[in-house]
């Protein structure tokens, strides 16, 4: 199989698979094409891969061929100006990765390794086709590293930040395991919201309301306009999730100031996991930022057993608020031996630099001498 999702039958369920996180269900990614925000207008030609079996869907990798590096959080620009350099085209390149989120993921969804093994020799068999030179996979979990690195994709680090719930039973239990000093700081945080007569109200996917994804946008889009860009996402993305809250289970938390929403904070959640993802307000308070999009995530983590918090890549900020380092990595293949090869240096160069930098950020977290980091 090789389509778009609109083309895959849904309502009748014709498929074994099953994702281990909101973004791979395919009523996602299918809300992604149907409102263009992940089209070939920006950049985006789904090209989906997965095998088919007695007319059910058994396997499926979600792939796209890309015009741009626009969305990934992965920057390959300098590969790109590389390669064009040589007199060759580094555009369109092969993707495999969830639009616009650097979420962890199966990215290869199958219940068996040959399966899996049968989708990536797809892959590549449709690099020679097409004479594509380099395909990219964005922040594999690590079943998916494992079947990468056997296929010798060159392994790329980056690093990220989240969230570990050691069974804590409240959110001072949690305040626990920091020192003395980081505790009284986190709470002066969380008093300062509370001081402004800001409050939060959580609400479930079986809550949502399509006027509540209304609200929601004003405030998601306005982050993106106050830096002078467009939202990665339409409205219409967000109009079609409303219609599918129970199957990907989004999770808003407004902040209200005199019983008027200010802001909000969009996650998503998992089996185990919590994914934050957007956010906006229409208020500049100190803090609010902290309370909306972390110590709210993390109350609902401990409340609801969730064991992990994934606010997404990057932001040495929130190591201070009790997110863990730790290296998350993205998997390349190239067509061509000679720009391979050079890739692989520039990794083997740029991921020693990245543990030097995790291992340094481990040093640095504001735990006491007797909490050990996951």
């Not at 009523?27 to 070939?40: D, F, K």
């Not at 790109?80 to 969804?109: M, Q, S, V």
């Not at 996917?205 to 467009?230: C, G, M, S, V």
């Not at 008027?260 to 956010?279: D, M, Q, V």
């Amino acid at each position: 199989m090789q389509s778009k999702i609109i083309r895959i039958d849904l309502s009748k369920k014709n498929y074994s698979i099953e994702a281990n996180n909101p973004f791979e269900n395919l009523t996602y990614l299918r809300a992604m094409e149907e409102s263009n925000s992940a089209s070939e207008e920006s950049g985006w030609i789904p090209d989906h891969l997965g095998e088919i079996n007695g007319g059910a869907l058994i396997s499926f990798m979600p792939l796209y061929k890309k015009l741009n590096s626009y969305g990934e959080f992965i920057f390959d620009h300098q590969w790109a100006n590389a390669l064009l350099r040589a007199g060759r085209n580094y555009y369109p390149k092969l993707l495999t990765a969830i639009p616009f989120t650097p979420c962890e993921g199966d990215r290869i969804l199958a219940k068996t390794k040959s399966e899996r093994l049968r989708l990536i020799d797809a892959g590549i068999n449709k690099m020679e086709t097409e004479e594509i030179e380099s395909w990219h996979i964005l922040f594999p979990n690590r079943l998916g590293c494992k079947v990468l690195r056997e296929r010798n994709f060159v392994e790329r680090f980056n690093y990220r930040f989240t969230w570990i719930n050691d069974n804590f039973q409240n959110f001072d239990d949690f305040l626990s395991i920091f020192t003395s000093r980081q505790r009284a700081t986190i709470r002066k945080e969380r008093k300062s919201i509370d001081n402004k007569g800001v409050e939060f109200k959580c609400k479930k996917y079986n809550e949502i309301t399509p006027e509540d994804w209304n609200l929601f946008y004003l405030f998601y889009q306005k982050t993106y306009y106050d830096r002078a860009q467009n939202p990665y996402l339409n409205k219409e993305f967000f109009e079609l999730i409303s219609t599918v809250n129970q199957l990907v289970k989004p999770i808003i938390f407004f902040a209200k100031l005199d019983n008027k929403p200010i802001g909000a904070s969009l996650c998503f959640e998992g089996k185990n996991t919590l994914y934050g993802r957007h956010w906006g307000t229409t208020e500049r308070i100190k803090n609010l930022h902290f309370e909306c999009c972390y110590y709210q995530g993390i109350e609902y983590c401990i409340k609801n057993n969730l064991k992990y918090f994934d606010p997404g890549v990057q932001g040495e900020h929130k190591i201070r608020r009790g997110f863990q380092p730790h290296i998350s990595s993205s998997f390349h293949y190239f067509l061509k031996e000679d720009f391979g090869k050079a890739i692989e240096k520039f990794c083997e160069s740029e991921n020693a630099q990245i543990k030097n930098y995790v291992e340094a950020c481990i040093s640095y977290t504001p735990f006491n001498k007797d909490y050990k980091i996951k």
